[in-house]
């Protein structure tokens, strides 16, 4: 079986010049069973084991107190020395794990998106690095239970549609029929061949290796603290920015600009920046604006965790550092809205409406963390955000161009659903809509070829079938549960500002997919999992944190004296009343 994979690999490359492919699957054999073999010796051999002989075990079951009191001292000196070293171990690996993911999220969309094979074979292999370096160091608390299996299981159903099945069970497949009667043709049903679940198993193998990219970004973005994530949410601002900026100055040079970096087929006259389609930068900016609105409005006001209630002291908060930092949100926040028109995507400007509707409903009433400007703030950030939304209006009908694929989305959405129909339970397989679909191709859509549904949901579904809408329904399930841990009546801090920016623009994100495949774009997937490691981190224990930072240290009284002594001043104490005199002092 294996042998005949290796041949089937080497054809492709031979006659299909998919050099690089085939290379990347190599590698990844060897590095996930490399990484299978170490971390299975990881696991059955900690530091804590080889530390503790059988002899303290035996100690410790005899009936002696003091010997039981000693090994057991001896043991939790050991468990004490194991928790460190594990420590500190996991502090070195800190900014390992951040520097991969400040690569990631810096390269995923210089190349067309990520789209192109190098690219894409880059951020791969970028992937398993950032996944090797979080699980060799056996973080502990960086998944729940429900998370885990959600990963697991977003793993394993591509590997299950390559299972080798006999022939007979392949006949009796919803769908395959119409394969199978072309092999017949073909004279290749007389070989013995075996079939896979998946109408075409190196596309399958493909969506496996590109699953890596949101499971190593989600799982690494878990293992880091809440100082690195907000570092690498910074960082993410300034992707976008320059995106933003770069689709402004294609937007003004023109459908002929070279600022399109000699793309072949992009959406001409609109903001683009690196991707190829409009409605992907769309779906860039909408994720992240949330995120820029909410640390503008916890940037806000804030003054060393103080309610400040002298306005003139308030308004004097804006020349200071924090006030700076408010004002280059702000600054950033319109850059971002402004390159969003500019894309001229009807679903992007609709949502980016919706997010900023949203991100005032939740920020308005909490502004620097305890809504330190009262009631009149809320009611002027609410008439802010609203008059954002109403001004947008006219300028969605202004600037946003009609889609030509607009009027046949759900022409192509009928078809689909026939595909899900025809393939029921199963599907066809992870990665095979673009090549199984035109069996179902309308004439109306003959002059297209349909790479993608235009809605994630239903190519999931076309391609993973009962298993896809499970996992699917499993995966919204815990989002919307997160949103209970999330959302709390405390004092918010910075993080959790950012968290439920992160978790807006999420809820973004899982509308658009469904007009548009903004989630089968590498850069776009690798962003959507970096901002959902943010919205599913602990919230207790940033929570924690921050109530420890905002108590405050009271200073003992050091004077010993009369309650009539001036707050604040300072006297010598005498001495007390049983102190001995010293005689040298008579």
Same mark, same amino acid.
């Given at each position: 079986?294996?042998?005949?994979?290796?041949?089937?690999?080497?054809?492709?490359?031979?006659? $299909?010049?998919?050099?690089?492919?085939?290379?990347?699957?190599?590698?990844? *054999? *060897?590095?996930?069973?490399?990484?299978?073999?170490?971390?299975?010796?990881?696991?059955?051999?900690?530091?804590?084991?080889?530390?503790?002989?059988?002899? =303290?075990?035996?100690?410790? +079951?005899?009936?002696?107190?003091?010997?039981?009191?000693?090994?057991?001292? @001896?043991? +939790?000196?050991?468990?004490?020395?194991?928790?460190?070293?594990?420590?500190?171990?996991?502090?070195?690996?800190?900014?390992?794990?951040?520097?991969?993911?400040?690569?990631?999220?810096? =390269?995923?969309?210089?190349?067309?998106? $990520?789209?192109?094979?190098?690219?894409?074979?880059?951020?791969?292999?970028?992937?398993?690095?950032?996944?090797?370096?979080?699980?060799?160091?056996?973080?502990? #608390?960086?998944?729940?239970?429900?998370?885990?299996?959600?990963?697991?299981?977003?793993?394993?159903?591509?590997?299950?549609?390559?299972?080798?099945?006999? /022939?007979?069970?392949?006949?009796?497949?919803?769908?395959?029929?119409?394969?199978?009667? !072309?092999?017949?043709?073909?004279?290749?049903?007389?070989?013995? =061949?075996?079939?896979?679940?998946?109408? /075409?198993?190196?596309?399958?193998?493909?969506?496996?290796?590109?699953?890596?990219?949101?499971?190593?970004?989600?799982?690494?973005?878990?293992?880091?603290?809440?100082?690195?994530?907000?570092?690498?949410?910074?960082?993410?601002?300034?992707?976008?920015?320059?995106? &933003?900026?770069?689709?402004?100055?294609?937007?003004?040079?023109?459908?002929? !600009?070279?600022?399109?970096?000699?793309?072949?087929?992009?959406?001409?006259?609109?903001?683009? #920046?690196?991707? %190829?389609?409009?409605?992907?930068?769309?779906?860039?900016?909408?994720? /992240?604006?949330?995120?820029?609105?909410?640390?503008?409005?916890?940037?806000?006001?804030?003054?060393?965790?103080?309610?400040?209630?002298?306005?003139?002291?308030?308004?004097?908060?804006?020349?200071?550092?924090?006030?700076? &930092?408010?004002?280059?949100?702000? =600054?950033?926040?319109?850059?971002?809205? /402004? #390159?969003?028109?500019?894309?001229?995507?009807?679903?992007?400007?609709?949502?980016?409406?919706?997010?900023?509707?949203?991100? %005032?409903?939740?920020?308005?009433?909490?502004?620097?963390?305890?809504?330190?400007?009262?009631?009149?703030?809320?009611? @002027?950030?609410?008439?802010?955000?609203?008059? *954002?939304?109403?001004?947008?209006?006219?300028?969605?009908?202004?600037?946003?161009?009609?889609?030509?694929?607009?009027?046949?989305?759900?022409?192509?959405? !009928?078809?689909?659903?026939?595909?899900?129909?025809?393939?029921?339970?199963?599907?066809?397989?992870?990665?095979?809509?673009?090549?199984?679909?035109?069996?179902?191709?309308?004439?109306?859509?003959?002059?297209?070829?349909?790479?993608?549904?235009?809605?994630?949901?239903?190519?999931?579904?076309?391609?993973?079938?009962?298993?896809?809408?499970?996992? *699917?329904?499993?995966?919204?399930?815990?989002?919307?549960? +997160?949103?209970?841990?999330?959302? %709390?009546?405390?004092?918010?801090?910075?993080?959790?500002?950012?968290?439920?920016?992160?978790?807006?623009?999420?809820?973004?994100?899982?509308?658009?997919?469904?007009?548009?495949?903004?989630?089968?774009?590498?850069?776009?997937?690798?962003?959507?999992?970096?901002?959902?490691?943010?919205?599913?981190?602990?919230?207790?224990?940033?929570? &924690?944190?921050?109530?420890?930072?905002?108590?405050?240290?009271?200073?003992?009284?050091?004077?010993?004296?009369?309650?009539?002594?001036?707050?604040? !001043?300072?006297?010598?104490?005498?001495?007390?009343?049983? +102190?001995?005199?010293?005689?040298?002092?008579?």
């Amino acid at each position: 079986m294996f042998a005949r994979k290796l041949k089937a690999w080497e054809v492709r490359c031979i006659h $299909g010049g998919c050099v690089w492919q085939c290379v990347l699957e190599y590698a990844s *054999i *060897i590095a996930c069973f490399s990484l299978a073999i170490l971390r299975v010796f990881n696991l059955a051999y900690s530091p804590r084991d080889l530390a503790e002989p059988d002899l =303290v075990d035996f100690l410790v +079951q005899e009936d002696s107190p003091s010997i039981n009191d000693f090994m057991r001292t @001896i043991r +939790q000196d050991q468990d004490a020395k194991f928790q460190s070293e594990r420590a500190h171990a996991e502090s070195m690996a800190q900014p390992a794990v951040t520097a991969l993911l400040a690569l990631l999220l810096l =390269v995923a969309p210089l190349f067309r998106s $990520g789209q192109p094979p190098l690219a894409l074979l880059f951020l791969e292999l970028l992937a398993l690095v950032t996944l090797a370096v979080v699980l060799w160091n056996r973080p502990r #608390g960086v998944l729940t239970a429900r998370e885990f299996l959600a990963l697991g299981l977003l793993l394993i159903i591509p590997l299950l549609y390559l299972i080798p099945l006999p /022939v007979s069970v392949g006949n009796v497949l919803p769908g395959r029929e119409t394969y199978l009667v !072309s092999l017949s043709l073909l004279g290749l049903d007389r070989f013995p =061949v075996s079939l896979n679940l998946s109408i /075409v198993p190196l596309e399958t193998q493909s969506a496996f290796l590109a699953l890596l990219l949101p499971v190593a970004v989600f799982v690494g973005t878990r293992a880091l603290d809440s100082k690195r994530i907000v570092t690498l949410v910074l960082l993410l601002i300034g992707i976008v920015a320059a995106e &933003a900026i770069l689709g402004l100055m294609q937007f003004g040079g023109g459908k002929e !600009s070279g600022l399109y970096l000699g793309m072949e087929s992009a959406s001409f006259g609109s903001a683009v #920046g690196t991707y %190829t389609n409009r409605n992907h930068l769309a779906g860039l900016i909408e994720m /992240v604006l949330p995120v820029t609105l909410a640390l503008f409005l916890y940037s806000m006001g804030r003054h060393d965790h103080e309610r400040i209630r002298d306005w003139r002291r308030r308004v004097s908060f804006f020349g200071s550092m924090r006030g700076h &930092a408010a004002f280059v949100y702000a =600054v950033l926040a319109m850059l971002l809205l /402004v #390159g969003m028109i500019f894309t001229r995507s009807r679903a992007g400007i609709a949502l980016t409406m919706l997010g900023v509707l949203l991100a %005032t409903l939740v920020f308005s009433r909490r502004i620097g963390g305890d809504n330190v400007y009262g009631p009149a703030g809320t009611v @002027i950030a609410f008439a802010l955000g609203f008059g *954002i939304v109403i001004g947008l209006a006219p300028v969605f009908d202004r600037f946003a161009e009609m889609d030509p694929m607009e009027d046949l989305r759900w022409t192509m959405f !009928s078809a689909t659903i026939d595909g899900i129909g025809a393939f029921f339970p199963l599907g066809s397989g992870p990665g095979t809509y673009a090549a199984v679909f035109p069996a179902f191709q309308p004439v109306d859509l003959g002059q297209w070829f349909v790479n993608y549904a235009h809605n994630d949901y239903l190519q999931w579904l076309f391609e993973g079938g009962l298993a896809a809408a499970l996992l *699917i329904a499993w995966l919204l399930g815990l989002y919307f549960f +997160q949103w209970v841990k999330v959302w %709390t009546r405390d004092v918010w801090s910075r993080f959790r500002f950012v968290q439920v920016g992160a978790g807006i623009g999420l809820f973004l994100m899982l509308l658009h997919s469904l007009v548009d495949y903004n989630l089968h774009m590498p850069a776009n997937m690798v962003y959507f999992a970096f901002l959902a490691g943010i919205f599913f981190s602990d919230s207790h224990a940033e929570a &924690a944190i921050a109530r420890r930072r905002r108590r405050k240290r009271h200073t003992p009284d050091l004077v010993v004296g009369s309650p009539q002594t001036n707050a604040g !001043s300072v006297q010598p104490s005498g001495p007390h009343p049983e +102190q001995i005199p010293n005689p040298l002092l008579d």
